[in-house]
């Protein structure tokens, strides 16, 4: 059966995991891009119309599919905490020899890079974050229309394609952006879905922490983002040292995917103005 998804590369990790990943670039600056916890997710599905196009622009870019996710393995024994991803994406980036990046993170791969850049700052130059979870505690997420509707749907195996397409809906602000090739790539992902993918998730609050970043960030929000509140975008802007923010009308959580010209073109100016 032909993957759902462009099967580029795999690495083996210590743990015994191993990971997916696209390539694009051969470029000596590097960009890592993480994406979002949602069923069906991978690197690929969240970045396809990014990161192609920041390696034609001068930059690597390594797309992974976190664990769990995507075609990387789907362990049933491990709790997928932050700090589960974050030690992940460290083995992996040893094993590809990256010592220095830009990450890249939508969601709850906004959260890993954040934690990330927290316990390594040595190796991160830039953050550009998405909607990034993990500045609000557990609670408020929860009263979200699109994470009570993912959670749920989940749990009670609702995500045929119907189900797929309804909960992608509430990503966006305009549903043109659920296409039937969105939908060919996630459903069969979701169906190799553990249930502990969502169920052991846990990514605790880090505003407090916020000030210790001290990379350039780069931050966009969709005002009509229905999984994590627009109101984020004010704690990275009163945290964090050097951040610039883009709030953008008519858009939902996947601002790399409703705008993707205008993303793409900033990411693209803020690496160039901010070099090292």
């Not at 196009?53 to 664990?67: E, N, S, T």
């Amino acid at each position: 059966m032909p993957s759902p998804i462009p099967e580029n590369r795999y690495v083996d990790l210590p743990d015994g995991l191993r990971i997916h990943y696209n390539q694009a670039g051969n470029a000596s600056r590097t960009i890592v891009f993480l994406h979002g916890s949602g069923p069906g997710a991978s690197g690929h599905s969240n970045f396809k119309f990014n990161y192609n196009w920041l390696a034609h622009h001068g930059w690597r870019c390594i797309v992974p599919d976190l664990p769990g996710y995507g075609l990387s393995s789907k362990p049933v024994d491990k709790e997928y905490a932050l700090d589960f991803f974050v030690d992940t994406l460290r083995e992996f980036l040893l094993e590809l020899d990256v010592t220095h990046c830009i990450l890249i993170g939508n969601s709850l791969g906004g959260a890993i890079a954040m934690k990330y850049t927290l316990d390594h700052p040595e190796q991160v130059t830039h953050l550009v974050l998405m909607g990034p979870g993990g500045i609000e505690e557990r609670e408020t997420y929860f009263r979200m229309e699109g994470i009570q509707r993912m959670v749920t749907d989940f749990a009670d195996g609702a995500l045929d394609r119907e189900g797929m397409r309804r909960l992608l809906q509430l990503l966006v602000h305009d549903p043109k952006h659920v296409t039937d090739d969105l939908l060919d790539e996630r459903v069969p992902i979701v169906e190799m879905q553990p249930k502990e993918v969502l169920s052991t998730m846990r990514v605790p609050n880090l505003t407090e922490r916020l000030g210790e970043i001290k990379v350039p960030v780069l931050g966009f929000w969709g005002v009509n983002d229905r999984f994590c509140p627009a109101t984020g975008a004010a704690k990275l802007l009163e945290r964090c040292p050097d951040v610039e923010f883009t709030l953008v009308n008519r858009c939902g959580h996947w601002v790399m995917v409703e705008h993707q010209d205008m993303f793409n073109h900033t990411v693209l100016d803020f690496l160039r103005r901010r070099a090292q």
